[in-house]
Every structure is written in structure tokens, then in C-alpha cells.
């Protein structure tokens, strides 16, 4: 059966499988993608006859694969509106489009021929209907880089950020989770956000600064020291050819001053690295150093638990190119970095050639330590990686039976969040569907039915919601308990990026949680630089950590649930005087070599010594409960013990 050539003949379907053919002559339909030219379109309606979920696939068993693009629409032909549309998600080039049909409602739909012009087939399969989890709400905003959400008037509450030549446009949150709106002034430049963009107090004044990433270069816009315009700019030098993708900052060396990290598409990668004295220093190299680039989707991760921010770089190169090999670069202090999987190397297990655009990073299964869904953006070099990390520097394919092995929706953008609030990190990525984490390590996909856009919580209620250029999804909630924190540093870089916050509990689903501050996550998008965390129905937080950049950890006991936690570096540190255990005992202490923890039932995995002005001097990793000080001065100072459970402990410890 074939499709009629226009919209007013659509061909009305039901669930099953349809044979395509192109006409010369038929009606083009709108595009709800991009800006890409097509010559020819069928088009198709489906009305539900009862409450259904929708997915259309042209990826057919037993039919040859075709390069194709499905637009879909509300409204009649004389109005018609897009809801969605898609590329590629199907895996192979074929589409795949997912959305919610409730009985007596009409659809169109329609196949363009942008790539390819081939016969093909799809199938429309009903699923049982689930209420959603997002409502969407239209949202006025000119401009055409709608990829920000980010707390730009230093209020700490998410705004909506849209660059324009010669302006920023800005819709700001208020407490009520309404929005006002504004036109910020900003220098004019050639390099506007085409590629990616990125947030964070470039300069220390208070305010959010903006990193655009552009196919010829990149530029920073500076806010003014009131956040009332962008006054001043650095930008890469117009001669120096920089393909810019994922754009990130980051405070490479530790200095307390963010850096602009560029990943280069065709050469090694660049960064600003900030003087703190309004200069900084253009750098090429030593962080992705592949001739022929291949850098797509950098984040910052601390994946080996040392305290300061590593990078992986998920990398992209068609027809098996070695500029496709991903690399892992760990973080050894002090802007100091080792490559750990590369084309050379693969001691970490992390390099692999599988088209992928951009990495999710979250600690899946609440054991302390980061994991990874390397996603792909296309299967022609193989499929999702979800990569378990082992605790020692390297990771272990779990893709098996993880629900990946199995999900064949793919895209460019993967980012990590906790969409339902139950304690375990989701996957938003391809197929329209967020693969939510059932708690063991599997994930199974939930419909939804809009793309990609920054996250973050837009209407103040704990849960977070997305952006996706016209419209807010708004997410729905439940009966689960949250917690998110705003971070002030002091000695730190002002958002406290690349700082690891920690919670723990005693009873629930989960005993521990961890998240990295990051500017600039998955390939394109800056989402919310606050702090998020679902609970589940734990109704208790035993204790809030977070360890600083500058070595510095404030401990936050018994911190409330339901609201959002400020905390300013240094204001809740570990002070001799708050130390107090009843667990175990430390000896013999005065000491001069070592120190011993006795207690029942408890294993010590880990000691931090802090001086009395609650500055780090020790973190190891220790066996048999026993702690070394001989590289101690003489004094006395606080000590928090891991167990190995992930709880914390403090003490005091007097070395001789």
C-alpha cells in the first residue's frame, strides 16, 4: 500500500507495516528538523481509537536499510504545526519517532527525501498509554542559540539563556517559578554559539560568564560586575582556523581561576587558561593531541576518585579514521594529565572507535564511583557502550543485559539526570525515550515526545524540567523527596566547578549518592550548574559532603530534604572542635608512625586529614584499618574516616 502525495490525501493508517514510494511532484512536507532542503513527500494520518503511545520505525526486519526523515505534525493541512521530527534515531539512518495519541485525536505525519529518495517501509506499532512525565507550556524567546539554562543574575535560581548578535536574551526565573524577561547588551562577534555553549564566573565578579563554541572559533562573553550586561569579550584569534564542538569551563590547573577547555574537530584541542589577573593564555595541545582532531564531546569527570576533574573525550570520525578512537585523560594535579586509553593506550578500557558525539557520566549504581553510557550517534561502527567503572582506574563493558545491548535509538546528545526523583541517574539520549535506571544496573526506556534541550529545574519544585527552544517540558513529579545545592566558592573557582558532592543516608533504596559540578555536559547544551538530587522516599539525609576543588570539605550533617542547601566554601568545614565519635577508638593517638582504628563491625577504607583551619593534608586509601602519619608535621588535626559502607566518621589525631 502506498502513501498519498499530499497532505489533504494522507493516507490514513492503523497499526501495521507500509511500503513508501517518492513521487516527482508531491507535496514537500515542512521541516521540523533543520533547515535542510527536500524535493519530494508522502504523507500519512493516524487517528487513535483509544488512548495509545505511538512509535513509528523505519527500521523493518527483513527490509533493507534506507537513509531517511519523518516530520510529524498537530493541526489540519491548512495549519499544520510540528511536534517532532527525525533523522536518524532509528540506528542505520533509518527514523524513529515515539509520541502519545489520545482517543479521537488525529495525526500527520510525513517522509521527506533530504537523503534519499529509495522505496523503504515502516512499522506504527500502539503501545499501552502511560501518563506523561512532562507537560510542555510554550515560552516566548527570541534568538536563534537556545541551548542555556543558567543562573545568570546570581540569584541561584535557573534562567533561560538565548545569545543574539550584540545581545543576550534572558528570561529570568522568580521564586513563584514565573519568568521576566530581559535584553542584556554583549560585544558583537563572529563567533556566535553554533556548535555548543557553556556557563560559569569566567572572572570571579559574581555573575556567569558565557563560553561560545563556533565552527571558526570561540568567544567569552563577560558579564559586567552588576550581571546587568556583558561589557567585555575574549575571543580565539580569527586567524587560527578552531572548529569548535563541545566547549566546557574548567579550572584545568587548580588555580582557582576557571579555564574555556575547546575541543578542535580537526586538530588538537585548545584552552584559555585564566591568570586571574584578566589575561590569560591561548594553548593548543596536551589535552587531545590527535593531528586530525576528531574531539567532539568533552566532560570533565572524576572518574578515579582523587579530587580533581579528569577528562574523557568522546570522539567521532567516520569510515574507522584513528581520529575516532575515544580518550581518557586522567588528572595526576596540578594541570598535570596522563593519557590512560588512546590509540596507544588502553589501560582504563575506555578506548573504543564507536561513532559517539557525547558521554553520559553518573554513578548508576550508588557505589562511589562514576560510570559511563558512551552513546552512539550512529551503530555503523557498533553500538551504545555502558562502561561499569571497577574502583581501580578501570571499567568493565556492562552493555549486556543492560537494556543498551537492545535500544537502538541514537543521537548526538547523552546527558545524565535523575528525571523521577527516585535516587538512581537517568539517560536522556536518542529514540525519544529517557532510559530510566531501574536500581540494578538495566535501564528501560521511557516514551517521550520532544528532543533535546538544557535541563534544569525551571519552576523551583525539585524536579527537573527542559528546554527545548520553544517550549518548557515541565516535569510532572511525584511523591518522591529531592534535595539540590547551591555552591559559593571561596578559594575555589565561584561555582565550586569540579567540585564532587556527596550524600549519604543509613535506610532506603540507596545509601549514598555523588555528583560533579560541570560546566557543559552531552554535545551542544549548558544545563544548570545547581546541584540535584532525587531521594526516593528516603525521608532522612545523614550527611551532606563536598569536597572543594581547593582541597577544602564542608560536611553539612542532618541537611534538610525538600529545599535547596547554599553552601559557601569553608562555612560548614570540619573543625577540631566539632570532632566526636563513640564508634571506635584511634591508637595509640598522640602518635608518631601510625595510627590504629578499633571498633565493631567497622572497616576503615579511607582517611582525610585536615588541619585545624580545615585545609586537606592527607587523602589515602588505607587496609587494616591503620592510618599513616609519618609525613604529618607535629599537631594536631581532624581526620574523616570512610567505611566501607561510603559513611563518614570524624575524629582527632595528634601526631607527635
Same mark, same amino acid.
Given at each position: 500500500?502506498?502513501?498519498?502525495?499530499?497532505?489533504?490525501?494522507?493516507?490514513?493508517?492503523?497499526e501495521?507495516?507500509?511500503?513508501?514510494s517518492?513521487?516527482?511532484?508531491?507535496?514537500?512536507?515542512?521541516?521540523?528538523?533543520?533547515?535542510?532542503?527536500?524535493?519530494?513527500?508522502?504523507?500519512?494520518?493516524?487517528?487513535?481509537?483509544?488512548?495509545?503511545?505511538?512509535?513509528?520505525?523505519?527500521?523493518?526486519?527483513?527490509?533493507?536499510?534506507?537513509?531517511?526523515?519523518?516530520?510529524?505534525?498537530?493541526?489540519?493541512?491548512?495549519?499544520?504545526?510540528?511536534?517532532?521530527?527525525?533523522?536518524?534515531?532509528?540506528?542505520?539512518?533509518?527514523?524513529?519517532?515515539?509520541?502519545?495519541?489520545?482517543?479521537?485525536?488525529?495525526?500527520?505525519?510525513?517522509?521527506?527525501n533530504?537523503?534519499?529518495?529509495?522505496d523503504?517501509?515502516?512499522?506504527?506499532?500502539?503501545?499501552?498509554?502511560?501518563?506523561?512525565?512532562?507537560?510542555?507550556?510554550?515560552?516566548?524567546?527570541?534568538?536563534?542559540?537556545?541551548?542555556?539554562?543558567?543562573?545568570l543574575?546570581?540569584?541561584?535560581l535557573?534562567?533561560?539563556v538565548?545569545?543574539?548578535?550584540?545581545?543576550?536574551?534572558?528570561?529570568?526565573?522568580?521564586?513563584?517559578?514565573?519568568?521576566?524577561?530581559?535584553?542584556?547588551?554583549?560585544?558583537?562577534?563572529?563567533?556566535?554559539?553554533?556548535?555548543?555553549m557553556?556557563?560559569?564566573?569566567?572572572?570571579?565578579?559574581?555573575?556567569?560568564?558565557?563560553?561560545?563554541?563556533?565552527?571558526?572559533g570561540?568567544?567569552?562573553?563577560?558579564?559586567?560586575?552588576?550581571?546587568?550586561?556583558?561589557?567585555?569579550?575574549i575571543?580565539?584569534?580569527?586567524?587560527?582556523?578552531?572548529?569548535?564542538?563541545?566547549?566546557?569551563?574548567?579550572?584545568?590547573n587548580?588555580?582557582?581561576n576557571?579555564?574555556?577547555?575547546?575541543?578542535?574537530?580537526?586538530?588538537?584541542?585548545?584552552?584559555?587558561?585564566?591568570?586571574?589577573?584578566d589575561?590569560?593564555?591561548?594553548?593548543?595541545?596536551?589535552?587531545?593531541?590527535?593531528?586530525?582532531?576528531?574531539?567532539?564531546? &568533552?566532560? *570533565?569527570?572524576? =572518574? /578515579? +576518585? %582523587?579530587? !580533581?576533574? @579528569?577528562?574523557?573525550?568522546?570522539?567521532?570520525r567516520?569510515?574507522?579514521s584513528?581520529?575516532?578512537?575515544?580518550?581518557?585523560?586522567?588528572?595526576?594535579g596540578?594541570?598535570?594529565?596522563?593519557?590512560?586509553?588512546?590509540?596507544?593506550?588502553?589501560?582504563?578500557?575506555?578506548?573504543?572507535?564507536?561513532?559517539?558525539?557525547? &558521554?553520559? *557520566?553518573?554513578d =548508576? /549504581? +550508588? %557505589?562511589? !564511583?562514576? @560510570?559511563?553510557?558512551?552513546?552512539?550517534?550512529?551503530?555503523?561502527?557498533?553500538?551504545?557502550k555502558?562502561?561499569?567503572?571497577?574502583?581501580?582506574?578501570?571499567?568493565?563493558?556492562?552493555?549486556?543485559?543492560?537494556?543498551?545491548?537492545?535500544?537502538?535509538?541514537?543521537?548526538?546528545?547523552?546527558?545524565a539526570?535523575?528525571?523521577?526523583?527516585?535516587?538512581?541517574? /537517568?539517560?536522556?539520549?536518542?529514540?525519544?525515550?529517557?532510559?530510566?535506571?531501574?536500581?540494578?544496573?538495566?535501564?528501560?526506556?521511557?516514551?517521550?515526545?520532544?528532543?533535546?534541550?538544557?535541563?534544569?529545574?525551571?519552576?523551583?519544585?525539585?524536579?527537573?524540567?527542559?528546554?527545548?527552544?520553544?517550549?518548557?517540558?515541565?516535569?510532572?513529579?511525584?511523591?518522591?523527596?529531592?534535595?539540590?545545592?547551591?555552591?559559593?566558592?571561596?578559594?575555589?573557582?565561584?561555582n565550586?566547578?569540579?567540585?564532587?558532592?556527596?550524600?549519604?543516608?543509613?535506610?532506603?533504596?540507596?545509601?549514598?549518592q555523588?555528583?560533579?559540578?560541570?560546566?557543559?555536559?552531552?554535545?551542544?547544551?549548558?544545563?544548570?550548574?545547581?546541584?540535584?538530587?532525587g531521594?526516593?522516599?528516603?525521608?532522612?539525609?545523614?550527611?551532606?559532603?563536598?569536597?572543594?576543588?581547593?582541597?577544602?570539605?564542608?560536611?553539612?550533617?542532618?541537611?534538610?530534604?525538600?529545599?535547596?542547601?547554599?553552601?559557601?566554601?569553608?562555612?560548614?568545614?570540619?573543625?577540631?572542635?566539632?570532632?566526636?565519635?563513640?564508634?571506635?577508638?584511634?591508637?595509640?593517638?598522640?602518635?608518631?608512625?601510625?595510627?590504629?582504628?578499633?571498633?565493631?563491625?567497622?572497616?576503615?577504607?579511607?582517611?582525610?586529614?585536615?588541619?585545624?583551619?580545615?585545609?586537606?593534608?592527607?587523602?589515602?586509601?588505607?587496609?587494616?584499618?591503620?592510618?599513616?602519619?609519618?609525613?604529618?608535621?607535629?599537631?594536631?588535626?581532624a581526620?574523616?574516616?570512610?567505611?566501607?559502607?561510603?559513611?563518614?566518621?570524624?575524629?582527632?589525631?595528634?601526631?607527635?
Amino acid at each position: 500500500m502506498y502513501a498519498q502525495q499530499s497532505c489533504d490525501e494522507a493516507l490514513s493508517v492503523t497499526e501495521g507495516q507500509y511500503n513508501v514510494s517518492f513521487n516527482d511532484g508531491s507535496e514537500v512536507p515542512p521541516n521540523c528538523i533543520d533547515t535542510a532542503i527536500a524535493t519530494m513527500g508522502v504523507w500519512y494520518s493516524y487517528t487513535a481509537t483509544e488512548n495509545h503511545n505511538i512509535s513509528i520505525s523505519t527500521n523493518v526486519e527483513d527490509v533493507t536499510n534506507t537513509d531517511t526523515r519523518i516530520m510529524l505534525y498537530s493541526g489540519d493541512c491548512e495549519n499544520l504545526t510540528c511536534i517532532d521530527g527525525d533523522d536518524d534515531s532509528g540506528g542505520n539512518f533509518t527514523s524513529f519517532i515515539t509520541f502519545s495519541a489520545m482517543a479521537g485525536e488525529t495525526f500527520i505525519f510525513a517522509f521527506e527525501n533530504n537523503w534519499n529518495s529509495d522505496d523503504f517501509s515502516f512499522v506504527l506499532t500502539e503501545m499501552p498509554y502511560n501518563p506523561p512525565m512532562f507537560t510542555p507550556q510554550d515560552v516566548t524567546l527570541s534568538g536563534a542559540y537556545k541551548n542555556c539554562v543558567a543562573d545568570l543574575n546570581g540569584d541561584y535560581l535557573d534562567d533561560i539563556v538565548s545569545p543574539v548578535e550584540g545581545f543576550v536574551n534572558v528570561l529570568y526565573q522568580m521564586e513563584d517559578g514565573t519568568f521576566t524577561s530581559a535584553q542584556l547588551t554583549a560585544p558583537s562577534t563572529v563567533f556566535m554559539p553554533g556548535w555548543s555553549m557553556a556557563a560559569g564566573d569566567y572572572d570571579g565578579n559574581g555573575y556567569n560568564d558565557l563560553l561560545y563554541g563556533n565552527g571558526s572559533g570561540a568567544a567569552i562573553m563577560l558579564a559586567d560586575n552588576e550581571g546587568t550586561s556583558f561589557s567585555e569579550k575574549i575571543e580565539s584569534n580569527p586567524e587560527f582556523f578552531l572548529f569548535s564542538q563541545r566547549t566546557n569551563f574548567v579550572d584545568i590547573n587548580n588555580d582557582g581561576n576557571l579555564d574555556a577547555f575547546v575541543c578542535h574537530d580537526v586538530q588538537p584541542n585548545v584552552y584559555f587558561l585564566n591568570n586571574g589577573e584578566d589575561g590569560y593564555e591561548f594553548i593548543q595541545g596536551g589535552l587531545g593531541d590527535y593531528p586530525d582532531g576528531g574531539n567532539y564531546g &568533552s566532560i *570533565w569527570v572524576d =572518574y /578515579d +576518585n %582523587d579530587n !580533581d576533574p @579528569d577528562l574523557f573525550i568522546a570522539k567521532c570520525r567516520g569510515g574507522g579514521s584513528m581520529a575516532a578512537m575515544n580518550e581518557l585523560h586522567r588528572n595526576d594535579g596540578d594541570g598535570v594529565f596522563t593519557i590512560v586509553a588512546s590509540i596507544d593506550t588502553n589501560e582504563s578500557n575506555m578506548a573504543d572507535m564507536i561513532q559517539t558525539w557525547s &558521554s553520559a *557520566w553518573a554513578d =548508576y /549504581d +550508588n %557505589d562511589g !564511583d562514576m @560510570d559511563a553510557l558512551v552513546g552512539a550517534s550512529s551503530f555503523a561502527n557498533g553500538g551504545h557502550k555502558f562502561m561499569v567503572n571497577n574502583g581501580d582506574g578501570t571499567f568493565t563493558d556492562g552493555t549486556e543485559g543492560s537494556g543498551y545491548d537492545d535500544f537502538t535509538g541514537i543521537n548526538n546528545e547523552h546527558v545524565a539526570h535523575d528525571f523521577n526523583n527516585d535516587g538512581f541517574v /537517568d539517560v536522556f539520549g536518542g529514540g525519544n525515550a529517557i532510559m530510566m535506571n531501574n536500581g540494578d544496573m538495566t535501564f528501560t526506556p521511557m516514551t517521550i515526545d520532544f528532543g533535546h534541550g538544557p535541563i534544569g529545574d525551571l519552576n523551583n519544585d525539585g524536579f527537573l524540567d527542559v528546554f527545548t527552544g520553544t517550549k518548557i517540558y515541565y516535569n510532572n513529579g511525584n511523591d518522591n523527596n529531592w534535595m539540590k545545592i547551591t555552591l559559593e566558592g571561596v578559594d575555589s573557582n565561584r561555582n565550586g566547578i569540579g567540585a564532587r558532592v556527596e550524600i549519604h543516608a543509613s535506610t532506603g533504596t540507596w545509601t549514598q549518592q555523588i555528583r560533579d559540578v560541570r560546566s557543559g555536559d552531552g554535545f551542544r547544551y549548558m544545563s544548570s550548574l545547581n546541584v540535584h538530587f532525587g531521594l526516593g522516599l528516603t525521608e532522612t539525609v545523614d550527611q551532606l559532603v563536598i569536597k572543594w576543588p581547593s582541597g577544602v570539605v564542608d560536611i553539612v550533617n542532618n541537611p534538610q530534604i525538600n529545599q535547596t542547601t547554599h553552601v559557601t566554601e569553608g562555612e560548614t568545614v570540619l573543625s577540631i572542635s566539632d570532632v566526636e565519635n563513640n564508634l571506635f577508638k584511634l591508637y595509640p593517638n598522640p602518635a608518631k608512625d601510625y595510627i590504629q582504628v578499633e571498633g565493631q563491625n567497622i572497616e576503615i577504607t579511607r582517611a582525610l586529614i585536615y588541619t585545624v583551619n580545615g585545609r586537606i593534608v592527607s587523602d589515602s586509601q588505607i587496609t587494616n584499618n591503620t592510618i599513616s602519619v609519618q609525613e604529618l608535621a607535629q599537631g594536631t588535626y581532624a581526620v574523616i574516616l570512610q567505611d566501607n559502607t561510603g559513611k563518614y566518621h570524624t575524629s582527632k589525631i595528634i601526631k607527635e
